[in-house]
């Protein structure tokens, strides 16, 4: 079983309009990130959250952790075409690597 | 500047052909992973070095090898690739301590292994 989860697994919205997504784990945790791919590239590193930390910015992005149930946020504001993309959370318990969930594959429709 | 090299960015190999991926960085990042990620799945961790030290997924397949000869270069070596291989395999680093996730990892563009 994923120790990450992303909710959707895929979200269509018109540009100019917000996304979120969520991801839920399983164990503690310290720190969580996030990272969006373009399709048939790398993964680019967006914002890591630690477990002590609630809310954290980053231009047009806002994440959100909730430690005591397991789950955080990803919000993108006034979304573009560029967003386009798949956006995995990335968790790791305390000592070993990180695992990444499944990915939500967002549309962003001009 | 790219600060994670991916070579070839494609490559295409037969059935039971020995390959070899390789990455380089320029970032001077004591940990260097990869992962296989198969299409619309997320990133799965083969196995990563700290440092010389070369830590193995439990799951990982005997087949795949890695190598690290020097702080900026490390490969990927498939031994006999099966049909089931083909993917994309990412290369990231990261600069860390042992045992800990504290850092963001920096990915490669990834090279798209086919096999015939």
């Known amino acids: 079983s994923q120790q990450g989860e992303e909710d959707p697994q895929a979200l269509s919205i018109q540009e100019g309009e917000n996304a979120t997504m969520n991801c839920s784990y399983k164990?503690?945790?310290?720190?969580l990130q996030w990272y969006r791919q373009n399709s048939g590239r790398g993964l680019v590193h967006l914002i890591l959250?630690?477990?002590?930390?609630r809310e954290k910015h980053s231009g047009r992005l806002r994440v959100t952790l909730d430690t005591s149930k397991k789950s955080s946020s990803l919000l993108i504001t006034a979304s573009r075409a560029a967003d386009t993309a798949s956006y995995f959370c990335?968790?790791?318990?305390?000592?070993?690597?990180?695992?990444f969930g499944p990915g939500t594959r967002l549309s962003v429709l001009p | 500047d790219a600060m994670v090299i991916q070579n070839p960015r494609y490559q295409v190999t037969q059935f039971g052909k020995p390959v070899t991926l390789s990455c380089s960085q320029t970032l001077n990042h004591n940990v260097m992973y990869w992962y296989q990620q198969k299409s619309s799945q997320a990133p799965k961790l083969l196995f990563h070095y700290y440092d010389k030290d070369f830590n193995n997924e439990a799951d990982t397949p005997d087949n795949f090898q890695s190598r690290r000869p020097n702080t900026s270069f490390c490969f990927l070596d498939i031994r006999s690739p099966g049909l089931g291989d083909a993917a994309m395999y990412l290369c990231?680093?990261?600069?860390?301590?042992?045992?800990?996730?504290?850092?963001?990892?920096?990915f490669g563009p990834g090279t798209r292994l086919t096999v015939t």
């Open positions: 164990t503690s945790i310290n720190n």
């Open positions: 990335a968790t790791a318990p305390p000592g070993q690597n990180f695992v």
């Open positions: 959250i630690r477990s002590n930390e």
């Open positions: 990231a680093t990261s600069r860390e301590g042992r045992g800990a996730s504290s850092y963001e990892q920096y």
